[in-house]
């Protein structure tokens, strides 16, 4: 009976982890031709840009802000007057209406106006305001920028960890058949009583760790997915077949062949050599002309600075003009002109206020522009590192520990079925083994990863 439970089981655990991977046969682990057509990670980008809503309302915020460039420069619209003056109380009964006095006789300052007066701003100022607006478009444009690198970032981001989540079910698929072979080995060690059940157990047991595995993997997938989805702007259930790390960006992180692998220096730690980036120097240089951020804070300091221009003029007054023209009846018609300029009393007050207000603020984005800078600089060196990082553990993974963990596994594989060694060295070997490969892919997506934040940061690609 209890051999029949345990060949029921092994038969369970043969089924139940293929079923759990046949996700990663059927829909992952599609030809790479079906893979370009339709989810390339160039037609990703290409979606997000078109589609993404975040960068729509940033299209939509240019426009807002050209639109305020010409009212900017405009003039205030004149105003139109019309009414009767200088009608005395007492001639309210009047048949004429204003143009008789109470006594019959004709009033002669009564009269009918109509008039129309403009506002002439100071010299200086529309021009003022409308190089304010323009900056502000500047500012839009670059904003719109910036939003459009962060998008392109979180569709690489989200397609490479979907690249190593894949390449992680895939080994999870080749762990399971080097199990599989495993445990009938075991069962025929055990059926031939030169095996004891704990080994058969044991391998079960690991069969059931590489499932959970799998559902892990498979639910990350998942989410994922659904992230990227979301910034394509489409529905989170979208199907996204198996994704790849670009053949450049991999060739960048390592070399195809190992024995092309080369270190700076003998010494623990060194890094690998042929960089494939600019010096760490340029990088910054560029960062600091290219970044998004970057322009934004120049032309919204450019239009504070035209604020302060137009802030310093404010005691310089704006005049009105107005001419009217009176009709009078039985009596010659008037007109009248006028030029009102208002005094600016009130100077220290309000007009010198507003200077210090618009200098203190000007002050502050300059300040703000200069922790910008050192942030951008730093962020560089931070993913500079990062990526020699990458490169120097994935360079240690391919000449070392994956060669040799394979060869490990292998032996001690070999050994257990010649009855040489026991199970718990295999099952030792053949989880290092995994972790080991799943380290590399995770170590090849970081640096793809790191790729696309530090393109984010400088504003461009980088790679040669």
């Not at 339709?38 to 975040?54: M, V």
Request: aromatic share 4%; proline share 5%; glycine share 4%.
């Amino acid at each position: 009976m209890l051999r029949f439970n345990l060949t029921w089981r092994a038969g369970l655990y043969r089924s139940a982890l293929p079923a759990l991977l046949s996700f990663v046969a059927t829909t992952l682990l599609v030809s790479p031709a079906c893979a370009q057509a339709s989810n390339s990670l160039e037609s990703l980008l290409a979606r997000a840009d078109s589609a993404n809503p975040s960068l729509q309302a940033a299209r939509d915020r240019i426009r807002a802000a050209s639109a305020r460039v010409r009212p900017a420069a405009a003039w205030a619209d004149p105003m139109l007057m019309a009414g009767i003056e200088n009608l005395p109380l007492g001639g309210m009964n009047a048949p004429s209406m204003g143009t008789v006095s109470s006594s019959g006789s004709v009033e002669p300052m009564t009269m009918k106006v109509l008039g129309v007066s403009q506002t002439v701003p100071f010299p200086g100022k529309l021009g003022l305001r409308r190089r304010a607006a323009e900056r502000e478009v500047d500012a839009a444009r670059a904003s719109a920028d910036a939003s459009r690198l962060a998008v392109a970032r979180d569709v690489r981001t989200s397609f490479f960890e979907l690249a190593y989540i894949d390449r992680s079910l895939a080994i999870v698929e080749r762990n399971r058949a080097v199990l599989g072979d495993v445990i009938q080995v075991t069962e025929a060690h055990y059926s031939s009583g030169t095996g004891g059940q704990q080994d058969v157990l044991k391998a079960r047991v690991e069969a059931a760790r590489l499932g959970e595995t799998a559902s892990a993997l498979l639910e990350e997938r998942r989410a994922t997915s659904a992230e990227l989805n979301a910034t394509l702007n489409r529905d989170d259930t979208t199907s996204i077949p198996s994704a790849v790390v670009p053949e450049r960006i991999a060739q960048a992180a390592i070399a195809v062949d190992p024995t092309r692998v080369r270190f700076a220096a003998q010494t623990l730690g060194a890094r690998t050599v042929d960089w494939p980036f600019p010096p760490l120097a340029e990088l910054q240089d560029l960062a600091v002309r290219q970044n998004p951020s970057l322009r934004e804070s120049d032309a919204n300091i450019a239009a504070q600075a035209a604020r302060v221009e137009l802030a310093r003029k404010g005691s310089k007054p704006d005049f009105d003009v107005s001419l009217r023209y009176g009709q009078r009846n039985q009596l010659p018609d008037m007109i009248a002109a006028e030029v009102s300029i208002p005094l600016p009393i009130h100077k220290r007050a309000r007009q010198d206020q507003e200077v210090e207000e618009a200098r203190a603020e000007l002050s502050a984005m300059e300040s703000d522009r200069r922790a910008r800078v050192n942030s951008v600089r730093a962020q560089v060196v931070r993913l500079v590192s990062q990526l020699e990082r990458s490169r120097t553990q994935l360079a240690i993974y391919t000449m070392a520990i994956l060669p040799q963990g394979g060869a490990a596994a292998t032996a001690a594989l070999a050994s257990y079925q010649s009855g040489k060694t026991d199970l718990l060295t295999v099952l030792d070997n053949q989880n290092t083994l995994f972790t080991y490969e799943i380290e590399y892919y995770r170590a090849l997506s970081d640096f793809a990863k790191n790729l696309a934040e530090l393109e984010q940061i400088v504003g461009s690609e980088i790679l040669r």
